[in-house]
């Protein structure tokens, strides 16, 4: 058994660009949803309503905290409207599926989306039932990460021992809070940029770096990590 295998019992995974490519597209379609919401909303331009989403983004964690923080928006609609998406694009990669299934221990997906998003691509990625839980915004009160309040909230709510869980997240200051409680960090670098993301002054909070999530775990899997 792995050093990872052998004092990890939990696997917390985030969802998008993590379980699946970051090249996928399904990012782009919630963006420019998200993009025309805003517009529609506060009655300004597409050009306009981007400049605040990107904002928002940046200083609220999500653009809908940004949105209900400022201007009251009922999150439930504002979700339910931007994940109205071509879901056929994105398809199972049975490698990494594979290696997921030879973990011990519980599977948990954490994520910023909402449950039927979360729902509708385990479902294209063939993973339905299969993790143990799905932590969701809305379970977390639509506060999103990297605040450090849903992060305990996982913690209590699973009764989960932070020294033998494990995280795993594409945007490296997500991993910030996840060190912080006490779980092991693995980064993803998907090799995107992501302008919200602080990078240089997360990597001291990330206690693995990977490009390829299948290939770490297959090393993990093999007690190669």
């Known amino acids: 058994m792995s050093k990872l295998q052998s004092r990890i019992n939990t696997w917390i995974f985030d969802l998008d660009n993590t379980l699946y490519s970051a090249d996928s597209g399904i990012f782009q379609q919630v963006h420019d949803l998200m993009g025309k919401y805003v517009s529609s909303y ?3 331009s597409i050009d306009e309503a981007k400049k605040i989403q990107r904002s928002y983004y940046k200083e609220h964690g999500t653009t809908l905290r940004g949105m209900m923080d400022n201007h009251g928006v009922n999150p439930d609609h504002f979700l339910a409207e931007v994940h109205k998406l ?3 694009i994105v398809g199972p990669n049975h490698q990494l599926n594979k ?4 973990l011990s221990g519980r599977k ?6 909402n449950m039927q998003h979360a ?7 063939e993973l339905s039932n299969f993790f143990d839980e799905i932590f969701d915004i809305k379970m977390a009160n639509y506060v999103p990460k990297p605040e450090i309040k849903p ?10 021992n932070p020294n033998s869980s494990a995280m795993f997240d594409d945007i490296a200051k997500n991993l910030v809070p996840a060190k912080n409680v006490g779980f092991t960090s693995i980064w993803i670098d998907a090799g995107y940029e992501n302008f919200s993301d602080d990078i240089k002054s997360s990597k001291k909070f990330l206690d693995f770096t990977t490009t390829n999530l299948h290939l770490f775990l297959e090393k993990v899997n093999k007690g190669n990590i």
Do not use: P
């Open 42 to 44: 506060l009655n300004i």
């Open 99 to 102: 290696e997921l299934k030879k």
């Open 86 to 88: 071509d879901y056929s």
């Open 119 to 125: 729902l509708s691509v385990l479902d294209r990625l």
């Open 108 to 113: 948990i997906i954490y994520t910023n989306a």
């Open 151 to 160: 992060y305990e909230e996982i913690i209590k709510k699973y009764n989960l």
